[in-house]
């Protein structure tokens, strides 16, 4: 008896915290008041980025609760503001959104200097879609030195509009065929659907010159090719 009662206590608290882990969860924004909204960027306080984390990628929410810049048109978009790293050596830059219940945050990205200039800019359609991530690379030399922030923004152009996209993964099934071993390999595919919103997690890979892939020197031409990759759709 007392077996069950505890069994029912722990299925019952088990319940409770599923259900406030999901009264917890955001819920998915696909249109800002601009109301209240800034009306030019807020650099006050930026986040900031770690170079070379041994966490790996740092994971910054960005919400149009916290922070949002009213456009023109009535409409609006969410932004987050980073302290980019002191420039000392060439380095790169991945950011990245992921799908997550069903939404994904529609990034787009603005380098600016220290008196808020803007520098460079990293459109919605710059931005590759790779399984579930939306993903770019930037990179860093002597000529981008004075870029001090970045400014990751909401692409209003297309929050609300779904997509569908096909997930495929692999594993591998170890067999043994008479007295040797081998690998067999087998491939799964599934299509899946989301929809683009304001807001969403971004992750932000800040990697130094020694732990680039490009090796000691991130050239034009790696730069070129970095960037055709990131165009297509």
């Given at each position: 008896m007392r077996?069950?009662?505890?069994?029912?206590?722990?299925?019952?608290a088990?319940?409770?915290?599923?259900?406030a882990?999901?009264?917890l969860?955001p819920?998915?924004?696909?249109?800002?008041?601009?109301?209240?909204?800034?009306?030019?960027?807020?650099?006050s306080?930026?986040?900031?980025i770690?170079?070379?984390?041994p966490?790996?990628?740092?994971?910054?929410?960005?919400?149009?609760d916290?922070?949002?810049?009213?456009?023109?048109g009535?409409r609006?978009?969410?932004?987050?503001?980073?302290?980019?790293?002191?420039?000392?050596?060439p380095?790169t830059?991945?950011?990245?959104?992921?799908?997550?219940?069903?939404?994904?945050?529609?990034?787009?990205a603005?380098?600016?200097?220290a008196?808020?200039?803007?520098?460079?800019?990293?459109?919605?359609?710059?931005?590759?879609?790779?399984?579930?991530?939306?993903?770019?690379?930037v990179?860093?030399?002597?000529?981008?030195?004075?870029?001090h922030?970045?400014?990751?923004?909401?692409a209003?152009?297309?929050?609300?509009?779904?997509?569908?996209?096909?997930?495929?993964?692999?594993?591998?099934?170890p067999?043994?065929?008479?007295a040797?071993?081998?690998?067999?390999?087998?491939?799964t595919?599934?299509?899946?659907?989301?929809?683009?919103?304001?807001n969403?997690?971004?992750?932000?890979?800040?990697?130094?010159?020694?732990?680039?892939?490009?090796?000691?020197?991130a050239?034009?031409?790696?730069?070129?090719?970095s960037?055709?990759?990131?165009?297509?759709?």
């Open positions: 077996l069950v009662m505890l069994a029912s206590l722990l299925l019952a088990s319940l409770v915290g599923g259900c882990g999901r009264a969860a819920a998915t924004v696909m249109q800002l008041n601009p109301r209240g909204c800034d009306t030019q960027w807020n650099l306080s930026p986040q900031a770690e170079m070379d984390s966490q790996g990628a740092q994971a910054f929410r960005v919400d149009g916290v922070r949002c810049l009213a456009q023109s009535d609006s978009v969410s932004y987050a503001v980073y302290r980019l790293p002191r420039y000392r050596d380095w830059l991945q950011l990245e959104s992921r799908i997550t219940d069903g939404a994904l945050f529609a990034p787009e603005m380098l600016l200097d008196d808020g200039k803007m520098v460079r800019e990293m459109t919605f359609d710059r931005f590759a879609m790779r399984g579930e991530r939306l993903q770019i690379t990179f860093f030399n002597d000529e981008n030195a004075s870029e922030y970045l400014v990751v923004r909401s209003g152009a297309v929050v609300g509009r779904d997509e569908r996209h096909v997930v495929s993964s692999s594993f591998y099934v067999l043994l065929a008479g040797l071993p081998f690998l067999y390999m087998q491939g595919e599934a299509e899946g659907s989301f929809r683009y919103a304001h969403g997690v971004v992750y932000l890979l800040a990697r130094s010159q020694a732990y680039s892939p490009l090796g000691r020197k050239d034009s031409r790696a730069m070129v090719r960037e055709f990759g990131a165009v297509p759709r």
